[in-house]
């Protein structure tokens, strides 16, 4: 079985940083795409930024030029910085990854790490 663990919520003033961080672990051959979605009281889970096995990256238009993804593949690791936090920013934040195990290609969700920007 596969594990995403993620790191690095907690509470920030408005204009602060928090670097996230979300750890595969377990029968893993490869991963594909890796990304980080979020999820606001009352609103739908959407998809902040997302990084394919390439390097190529694509974000929400709301944190382009704010937050960068970045992956290390050695240690089955994505990251997401996260700069110049908005009170609109809040939100439990799920890492998600597509990985190959042994029966083919699944996807996983971490358990979700909650996010705060006061302002």
């Known amino acids: 079985q596969v594990q995403l663990v993620e790191s690095g919520g907690g509470l920030v003033q408005a204009g602060g940083s928090l670097r996230l961080s979300c750890a595969a672990s377990g029968s893993i051959f490869s991963i594909n795409a890796m990304g980080w979605y979020r999820q606001a009281p009352g609103k739908q889970r959407e998809l902040v930024a997302h990084?394919?096995?390439?390097?190529?990256?694509n974000y929400l238009d709301s944190v382009k030029g704010r937050f960068t993804i970045s992956r290390d593949n050695a240690k089955n690791t994505v990251y997401l910085q996260m700069n110049s936090l908005k009170p609109e920013d809040t939100a439990v934040y799920y890492c998600?990854?597509?990985?190959?195990?042994?029966?083919?290609?699944?996807?996983?969700w971490g358990q979700g790490t909650q996010v705060t920007v006061s302002s």
């Open positions: 990084i394919l096995s390439g390097d190529t990256t």
């Open positions: 998600n990854a597509d990985i190959w195990q042994d029966y083919g290609l699944g996807s996983s």
